[in-house]
């Protein structure tokens, strides 16, 4: 493989948390090494607490590394999210007091875009997103997943080459989830840009990604990565193949031991 189709290259990374108030540093992640090639979709998955999104404000330059390197398309990551760079977060973080539309052109007002190109990517987002209906809504008037979705579509207005998601459809049901993971791998098809996704679940890591990255309970290290081999035209039918099974008992095997010594060592 040619090197410069490596997108993002973490190399001997750790995150160490310093003491406050007489506590203890908490070694949350590392040293790790991981390649993003461009345009693939990794995921990661591994038990509450082992440092994912720990990972991503890393991979984001949200958080700078206690050791070793971060670059993005070549260049270090240190100190800002980088130029190219997309981040929804674990928690909502959309703006209660936007509606939909204001919420996804917040970032390209503040970038200082003509109106007119505004609009006409918001309009493009929020109805891909299935939001266009609700563009002039507030969060409070929505639901969950759709606020997720306002969310989404804030960051996917600056069209990132490099998509940071963190536990995206965590406020879903599991059929909700299995259809919103068919949109994003829709969306990942017609942006062609490259996916960092964290999951709490395993079967929604075998079945969206091309690589699923397994972690070790805290600190957090890399203790499996398991290609899938997935055809890019793919959807949740794969759920009904044999591979699938093949690919989530695979992700399972190494995530069970870390489980049980993460929820043991909370004990
Ligand atoms: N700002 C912080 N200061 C101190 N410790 C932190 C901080 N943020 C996270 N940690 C600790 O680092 C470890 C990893 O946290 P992180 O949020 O990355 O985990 P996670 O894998 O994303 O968990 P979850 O699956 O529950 O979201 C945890 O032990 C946590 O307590
Ligand atoms: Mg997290």
Not at 32 to 59: A, I, M, Q, Y
Not at 99 to 107: E, G, I, L, P, R
Not at 121 to 139: I, K, N, Q, W
Request: with cysteine; hydrophobic share 45%; aromatic share 6%.
């Amino acid at each position: 493989m040619l090197s410069d189709d490596i997108q993002v290259r973490l190399h001997g990374v750790t995150r160490i948390y310093p003491a406050v108030e007489g506590g203890k540093a908490v070694h949350a992640l590392g040293p790790l090494d991981l390649e993003l090639r461009e345009g693939e979709f990794f995921s990661v998955v591994g038990p509450s607490g082992c440092g994912k999104s720990t990972l991503l404000d890393v991979v984001a330059g949200l958080a700078s590394p206690s050791s070793g390197s971060v670059t993005f398309e070549g260049r270090p990551v240190a100190g800002e999210v980088p130029d190219g760079i997309g981040v929804v977060f674990q928690e909502d973080a959309s703006f209660p007091w936007l509606s939909s539309y204001d919420n996804a052109a917040f970032a390209l007002r503040r970038a200082g875009l003509p109106e007119a190109e505004i609009r006409e990517r918001v309009e493009h987002t929020l109805s891909f997103m299935g939001l266009l209906p609700f563009a002039d809504a507030y969060p409070a008037q929505l639901s969950g997943g759709m606020r997720q979705r306002v969310c989404i579509a804030r960051t996917l207005v600056t069209r990132p080459r490099l998509l940071l998601l963190d536990e995206p459809f965590g406020a879903l049901d599991q059929q909700t989830r299995l259809l919103m993971g068919d949109e994003l791998l829709a969306l990942w098809r017609e942006t062609g840009a490259t996916v960092l996704l964290i999951t709490h679940s395993l079967d929604e890591a075998a079945l969206l990604s091309d690589r699923v990255g397994v972690m070790s309970a805290r600190p957090g290290v890399f203790i499996d990565r398991v290609e899938t081999g997935w055809a890019r035209e793919r959807d949740s039918r794969i759920v009904a193949e044999p591979a699938f099974g093949r690919v989530s008992g695979r992700i399972w095997e190494g995530l069970r031991d870390q489980s049980i010594k993460a929820l043991e060592s909370a004990r």
